[in-house]
């Protein structure tokens, strides 16, 4: 089975209060904030692994979205497209500057492949 690099992920969650939020991962946790969306505050956990907590409620079930950083999103939406997945995008998002496609995995989790326009 092939392998393919990815240059970072990020686990999304929902945060009722991000400032409470803030106060426990940058706080408590001491987690560096390594980029502030406004809606969505993004803490590096490690060289390449990322916690975002977002004020909006991702989709069921389980309101996560797992998100794969990459630079070709479009090969990969082509890649996720010629699996015979269906798949939302890619699109620009001009609000969290990025360009971004999702596919939802066999258990209904939506798993996001990403560029960021600014790099973290």
């Known amino acids: 089975m092939a392998t ?3 240059d ?10 991000l400032t409470r939020s803030a106060a426990f991962y940058g706080g408590v946790l001491g987690l560096e904030l390594a980029r502030d969306q406004g809606a969505c505050l993004i803490y590096r956990v490690t060289a390449g692994a990322y916690l ?19 630079d070709e999103v479009d ?13 939302d ?3 620009a998002n001009e609000r969290f500057e990025l360009y971004h496609c999702f596919v939802t995995d066999p258990d209904g989790h ?5 560029r960021f326009d600014q790099p973290l």
């Open 4 to 6: 393919y690099d990815f």
């Open 8 to 17: 970072s992920q990020i686990t999304f969650l929902y945060g009722e209060d």
């Open 52 to 70: 975002g907590i977002c004020s909006h409620r991702p989709p069921k079930p389980g309101g996560v979205i797992l998100t794969l950083v990459v």
């Open 75 to 87: 090969t990969w939406a082509e890649r996720l497209t010629n699996a015979g997945l269906e798949v």
């Open 89 to 91: 995008g890619p699109h």
């Open 110 to 114: 939506l798993v996001e492949i990403q």
